[in-house]
C-alpha cells in the first residue's frame, strides 16, 4: 500500500537559515509526490509537485524540493527561511493507479520560523 | 478567478442530526475531491467524484455519509444522524478535467463541524 511519512513533527529554524523538511515515501510504481502548506484555519495550498523529470522541482514561495528515488525522499528546502513561512506542511503521494490524484497526505510538520 | 468555495465555515450540530457540506469548486473545474482532518492529524480522502458520477468513495464510512456533485450546482457532502467522532474539518478539492493525474488539487477554505 501506498504511504508518506513526515518523520518530524516539528522543524525550528532562525529566519534566514536554510530549512529542510522532510518526507519520505512508499509507492508500487512511479511516484507522483506533493508539498502541500496550511495556515491556520485555512485550506491547503499546493506548493509543488514532482510527477517526471527533474529531479528539483521548484515551487511557490521560493520553495524547492528534491526527489531522490534511491532514498524515496521527497524533502522540501529552501535557501533562506521567513517569519512568514510559519505554518503546517503536509507531504502527499498519489494512490493508485487511476486517473486521478487521490492523494495520501503525511501527518504534517508544523514549520515555526524565529526571528 | 475565485477559488474554491466552501459553506459553511463552521457548523454546530447536535448528534443525531444531519449536516450537509457544500463546495463549489474553481470555475472550470469538474473533478471534486473530499477529505477529512481530524485535530491534529493529516487529511484523508474519502471520496472523489465528477459531474454526475462518484468515481471513488473508497474513504467514506459505509454508513450515514454520501456525496453528490449534480450537474447544476455544488458538491454536498451529507452526514445523517452526526455522532461526536464526526467533528472534523472537511475539505474539498477541485481539479480541471482532462487527464486530472497531472494537475494539482486546489482546495477551499474547509468547513468545521463541531458535533455536541
Known amino acids: 500500500a501506498q504511504s508518506v511519512a513526515q518523520p518530524e513533527d516539528q522543524v525550528n529554524v532562525a529566519e534566514g537559515n536554510p530549512l529542510t523538511v522532510k518526507c519520505t515515501y512508499s509507492?508500487?510504481?512511479?511516484?507522483?509526490l506533493f508539498w502541500y502548506v496550511q495556515y491556520p484555519n485555512r485550506g491547503l495550498q499546493f506548493l509543488l509537485k514532482?510527477?517526471?523529470?527533474?529531479?528539483l522541482v521548484k515551487g511557490s514561495y521560493g520553495f524547492e524540493a528534491e526527489f531522490n528515488k534511491s532514498q524515496t525522499s521527497f524533502h522540501l528546502k529552501k535557501p533562506s527561511a521567513l517569519v512568514s513561512d510559519s505554518a503546517l506542511y503536509f507531504c502527499?503521494?498519489?494512490?493508485?493507479?487511476?486517473?486521478?490524484?487521490?492523494?495520501?497526505f503525511g501527518a504534517g510538520t508544523r514549520l515555526a520560523v524565529h526571528p | 478567478n475565485a477559488g474554491v468555495m466552501q459553506n459553511p465555515r463552521h457548523l454546530v450540530r447536535r448528534r443525531g442530526q444531519e449536516a450537509r457540506l457544500r463546495c463549489s469548486p474553481m470555475?472550470?473545474?469538474?473533478?471534486v475531491y473530499w477529505y477529512r482532518q481530524l485535530p491534529e492529524e493529516g487529511l484523508k480522502f474519502m471520496v472523489y467524484?465528477?459531474?454526475?458520477?462518484?468515481?471513488?468513495e473508497s474513504g467514506m464510512p459505509k454508513e450515514r455519509f454520501s456525496a453528490e456533485f449534480p450537474k447544476e450546482g455544488p458538491s454536498i457532502l451529507r452526514i445523517q444522524q452526526v455522532v461526536r467522532g464526526d467533528s472534523a474539518a472537511y475539505f474539498c478539492?477541485?481539479?480541471?478535467?482532462?487527464?486530472?493525474?497531472?494537475?494539482?488539487?486546489?482546495f477551499g477554505p474547509g468547513t468545521r463541524l463541531t458535533v455536541t
Open positions: 478539492a477541485s481539479s480541471p478535467p482532462g487527464t486530472a493525474v497531472l494537475y494539482e488539487q486546489y
Open positions: 509507492v508500487s510504481g512511479n511516484p507522483y
Open positions: 514532482y510527477i517526471t523529470g527533474d529531479n
Open positions: 502527499a503521494v498519489r494512490d493508485g493507479t487511476g486517473g486521478y490524484n487521490k492523494l495520501i
Open positions: 470555475k472550470g473545474h469538474s473533478h
Open positions: 467524484l465528477q459531474k454526475e458520477n462518484i468515481i471513488d
